[in-house]
């Protein structure tokens, strides 16, 4: 029986592997500009003719003509055939081979045909809404977009811009009876909606300016619609489909590629509207993505065409704007701290967005803006500054404890210390005696702080297994009792448990909460908490993972989708916990919450061991060298005594603090837990 290997697999590969190592296994390459030079293989070469180029991932000689991708290389250089090379690329970079037989590579052709019927359906809908644009229905949308948006007819005509005029069903009627698309295909594309399963078709967009978002192949594979009567939601998206994946957009990314390469540099904005705006404007490196949190895999996609990795986000000035960006940095803080991408933050002061800006400036300003960003680090900092009264003292230290925070992410010693310097400094208001001390105080925070929870050495290896049945618990009574959800939710916040050690639980809890997110919407964790949420909250208890999960982790995440089935059919084991739910799992919580505090009480005793205490002779030998007369009394002698070993004292109350907080997660998981 023949096997095939999966397209899935094919594009994992051609995504992962690296065109730079590939090829610099085989031949010398040195890097010359943004590209990589070496002598060609294919030719009698005498001189650096083959450039490599790292941001396209493609290799090119310009005296033989030979060019492709890493998997092309590699079958003309070892002479392998196209499986040989996916397999061992494949193997070189941990990635799961999918293979299918005869009836699956059929009904993998019949799925590409579908798509193929749905790019038609979406590009010829797309013609239609330009018509709308362009005929007298379309007069006041038209006259929104040039005097409104300063859009220009170029423009206009380069986004491919349309209108769906307020009726309930011309575009079904049109692609139905004139065009002849089946019924089912124009339900399955989300250009029009059956209510309730009835006969009853009506169109998805309506009265709304039309902008199409294509894929990198140009293609169109969904549309945005924009309200003009005031509808809301104000933007509209289709929803997601075959052919559609909003996590994996990036609105004009085929358009602002070569521009991003160019510059070296990709700004990200908030609505595709900003987009279409900016690149009127002439600031053609700019996307935006659709309505979701832009993602990890959104920003490989823009360092794929910036060398140096250059992202700056340039999110509205309001509230609403940086909360948005907050939520990207908590996205990707982890690839910025490791210098895998260089974020930047621009917000721009007295002006509502980037094209409001304009207006009133020339491109050549705001790309100076955008050459003089902020850091991510610097931008953060000066939120928790911002608009904050430091002569209240409540005030004074929420500021010095989120600064703490945030310092105790920086993982390089330099970068902290020069963090450090720069608050203290800010917090000193110039005195510059004081900025000494506040950074040593700082420091010394800072390093009480960065155990937690971050680090695996303070973990013990029979502590690993044990933890790891325990956050498997967590995951089946979530599957398994809805109506405990916000309960487990809540409890992960009151006792800071932010994450899951075992790698396979804690893919399985974010693929949830991306499930839970597709259904109940972008911030359905702050909506849950709001009075008068008891809607959404059954709403949420009400989401079917059970059915959900398996089908998801199918389609997009195969390496955990073998993990899940003893959470779905659960062994008899799994079973027992259900019939006394939400006590076993509140010792359950109390056991992960218990591993946390064991971690940081063995790192309060090494940083406790490691500081070199005074002595009572040493204080008062102090004393003696220091006075004019022998009135030395035992409690000058105990306050020098804590002054000189006031960091060892911190460690030893901190640690006996955390010895209490486990006796009581100790009462608790034994069912002695009075709740306040």
Same mark, same amino acid.
């Given at each position: 029986?023949?096997?095939?290997?999966?397209?899935?697999?094919?594009?994992?590969?051609?995504?992962?592997?690296?065109?730079?190592?590939?090829?610099?296994?085989?031949?010398?390459?040195?890097?010359?500009?943004?590209?990589?030079?070496?002598?060609?293989?294919?030719?009698?070469? %005498?001189?650096?003719?083959?450039?490599?180029?790292?941001?396209?991932?493609?290799?090119?000689?310009?005296?033989?003509?030979?060019?492709?991708?890493?998997?092309?290389?590699?079958?003309?250089?070892?002479?392998?055939?196209?499986?040989?090379?996916?397999?061992? /690329?494949?193997?070189?970079? +941990?990635?799961?081979?999918?293979?299918?037989?005869?009836?699956?590579?059929?009904?993998?052709?019949?799925?590409? &045909?579908?798509?193929?019927?749905?790019?038609?359906?979406?590009?010829?809908?797309?013609?239609?809404?330009?018509?709308?644009?362009?005929?007298?229905?379309?007069?006041?949308?038209?006259?929104?977009?040039?005097?409104?948006?300063?859009?220009?007819?170029?423009?206009?005509?380069?986004?491919?811009?349309?209108?769906?005029?307020?009726?309930?069903?011309?575009?079904?009627?049109?692609?139905?009876?004139?065009?002849?698309?089946?019924?089912?295909? *124009?339900?399955?594309?989300?250009?029009?909606?059956?209510?309730?399963?009835?006969?009853?078709?009506?169109?998805?967009?309506?009265?709304?300016?039309?902008?199409?978002?294509?894929?990198?192949?140009?293609?169109?594979?969904?549309?945005?619609?924009?309200? #003009?009567?005031?509808?809301?939601?104000?933007?509209?998206?289709?929803?997601?489909?075959?052919?559609?994946?909003?996590?994996?957009?990036?609105?004009?990314?085929?358009?602002?590629?070569?521009?991003?390469?160019?510059?070296?540099?990709?700004?990200?904005?908030?609505?595709?509207?900003?987009?279409?705006?900016?690149?009127?404007?002439?600031?053609?490196?700019?996307?935006?993505?659709?309505? %979701?949190?832009?993602?990890?895999?959104?920003?490989?996609?823009?360092?794929?065409?910036?060398?140096?990795?250059?992202?700056?986000?340039?999110?509205?000035?309001?509230?609403?704007?940086? #909360?948005?960006?907050?939520?990207?940095?908590?996205?990707?803080? &982890?690839?910025?701290?490791?210098?895998?991408?260089?974020?930047?933050?621009?917000?721009?002061?007295?002006?509502?967005?980037?094209?409001?800006?304009?207006?009133?400036?020339?491109?050549?300003?705001?790309?100076?803006?955008?050459?003089?960003?902020?850091?991510?680090?610097?931008?953060?900092?000066?939120?928790?500054?911002?608009? !904050?009264?430091?002569?209240?003292?409540?005030?004074?230290?929420?500021?010095?404890?989120?600064?703490?925070?945030?310092?105790?992410?920086?993982?390089?010693?330099?970068?902290?210390?020069?963090? #450090?310097?720069?608050?203290?400094?800010?917090?000193?208001?110039?005195?510059?005696?004081?900025?000494?001390?506040?950074?040593?105080?700082?420091? +010394?925070?800072?390093?009480?702080?960065?155990?937690?929870?971050?680090?695996?050495?303070?973990?013990?290896?029979?502590?690993?297994?044990?933890?790891?049945?325990?956050?498997?618990?967590?995951?089946?009574?979530?599957?398994?009792?809805?109506?405990?959800? /916000?309960?487990?939710?809540?409890?992960?916040?009151?006792?800071?448990?932010?994450?899951?050690?075992?790698?396979?639980?804690?893919?399985?809890?974010?693929?949830?909460?991306?499930?839970?997110?597709?259904?109940?919407?972008?911030?359905? /964790?702050?909506?849950?908490?709001?009075?008068?949420?008891?809607?959404?909250?059954?709403?949420?208890?009400?989401?079917?993972?059970?059915?959900?999960?398996?089908?998801?982790?199918?389609?997009?995440?195969?390496?955990?989708?073998?993990?899940?089935?003893?959470?779905?059919?659960?062994?008899?084991?799994?079973?027992?916990?259900?019939?006394?739910?939400?006590?076993?799992?509140?010792?359950?919580?109390?056991?992960?919450?218990?591993?946390?505090?064991?971690?940081?009480?063995?790192?309060?005793?090494?940083?406790?061991? &490691?500081?070199?205490?005074?002595?009572?002779?040493?204080?008062?030998?102090?004393? *003696?060298?220091?006075?004019?007369?022998?009135?030395?009394?035992?409690?000058?002698?105990?306050?020098?005594?804590?002054?000189?070993?006031?960091?060892?004292? !911190? =460690?030893?109350?901190?640690?006996?603090?955390?010895?209490?907080?486990?006796?009581?997660?100790?009462?608790?998981?034994?069912?002695? =837990?009075?709740?306040?």
């Amino acid at each position: 029986m023949v096997h095939s290997i999966h397209p899935r697999t094919i594009q994992e590969i051609k995504e992962k592997a690296d065109i730079v190592e590939v090829i610099s296994e085989h031949i010398v390459l040195k890097k010359k500009g943004k590209e990589f030079v070496g002598i060609c293989p294919f030719h009698d070469d %005498t001189k650096p003719s083959m450039t490599v180029s790292p941001s396209k991932q493609f290799y090119y000689c310009f005296s033989c003509g030979a060019g492709g991708n890493s998997i092309k290389f590699l079958m003309e250089f070892t002479r392998a055939n196209f499986s040989d090379v996916v397999l061992s /690329l494949a193997k070189k970079n +941990n990635i799961n081979v999918e293979n299918f037989e005869g009836p699956q590579l059929e009904a993998y052709k019949k799925q590409l &045909s579908r798509k193929e019927e749905l790019y038609k359906i979406l590009r010829v809908t797309k013609n239609w809404f330009t018509s709308q644009l362009n005929n007298s229905l379309g007069v006041e949308a038209m006259k929104y977009l040039k005097s409104k948006r300063n859009l220009n007819n170029k423009i206009i005509d380069n986004f491919e811009l349309g209108f769906a005029p307020n009726s309930w069903n011309d575009l079904f009627n049109y692609l139905s009876k004139v065009e002849k698309f089946p019924i089912d295909l *124009i339900l399955s594309s989300g250009l029009a909606i059956s209510k309730d399963n009835s006969d009853k078709i009506y169109d998805r967009f309506r009265n709304r300016l039309i902008v199409p978002i294509h894929d990198m192949q140009g293609r169109v594979v969904a549309f945005g619609g924009r309200s #003009l009567d005031g509808q809301e939601p104000k933007y509209l998206n289709s929803p997601e489909s075959e052919i559609f994946e909003k996590g994996k957009m990036l609105f004009a990314f085929e358009k602002a590629s070569s521009s991003i390469r160019k510059r070296d540099k990709a700004i990200i904005v908030e609505g595709y509207f900003d987009v279409i705006s900016l690149h009127s404007k002439g600031i053609t490196n700019s996307v935006a993505s659709l309505g %979701t949190a832009l993602n990890k895999y959104q920003i490989s996609q823009l360092c794929r065409c910036t060398d140096n990795k250059n992202i700056i986000l340039n999110f509205d000035s309001d509230n609403a704007g940086i #909360l948005a960006t907050k939520r990207v940095i908590n996205e990707v803080e &982890s690839l910025s701290l490791h210098d895998q991408i260089n974020l930047k933050i621009l917000q721009i002061r007295d002006f509502k967005d980037p094209d409001e800006f304009l207006n009133s400036h020339t491109p050549e300003d705001y790309f100076n803006l955008i050459d003089n960003s902020s850091f991510w680090i610097d931008w953060e900092i000066d939120q928790i500054f911002k608009d !904050k009264d430091l002569t209240k003292s409540e005030i004074f230290q929420s500021v010095i404890s989120s600064l703490v925070k945030l310092l105790s992410k920086l993982p390089q010693s330099s970068i902290r210390t020069h963090y #450090l310097q720069k608050v203290s400094e800010r917090l000193s208001k110039g005195q510059a005696r004081l900025a000494i001390q506040f950074e040593q105080d700082l420091r +010394n925070q800072v390093k009480g702080f960065r155990w937690h929870g971050r680090s695996k050495k303070f973990e013990q290896p029979n502590e690993i297994s044990r933890r790891e049945k325990n956050e498997s618990e967590i995951i089946f009574y979530y599957l398994h009792c809805p109506d405990l959800r /916000l309960f487990i939710r809540d409890e992960f916040l009151k006792r800071e448990i932010n994450f899951f050690n075992t790698n396979y639980i804690q893919n399985l809890w974010e693929i949830i909460s991306k499930i839970e997110q597709n259904n109940l919407g972008l911030n359905y /964790l702050d909506d849950l908490k709001k009075p008068n949420s008891q809607i959404l909250q059954k709403e949420f208890s009400a989401i079917n993972l059970i059915s959900l999960l398996p089908d998801y982790l199918a389609l997009n995440n195969h390496q955990s989708s073998n993990k899940i089935n003893i959470f779905i059919n659960p062994n008899e084991l799994f079973l027992t916990l259900l019939s006394n739910p939400k006590d076993n799992l509140l010792g359950t919580l109390s056991l992960l919450e218990k591993y946390n505090s064991l971690k940081r009480c063995r790192h309060l005793i090494e940083s406790w061991g &490691s500081q070199r205490l005074k002595t009572l002779e040493n204080c008062i030998s102090i004393l *003696i060298d220091n006075s004019s007369g022998p009135s030395n009394t035992s409690k000058e002698i105990d306050d020098l005594f804590k002054d000189l070993n006031s960091d060892a004292i !911190k =460690f030893q109350e901190l640690y006996y603090l955390e010895r209490q907080h486990i006796n009581f997660l100790d009462k608790q998981r034994c069912g002695n =837990f009075i709740a306040n």
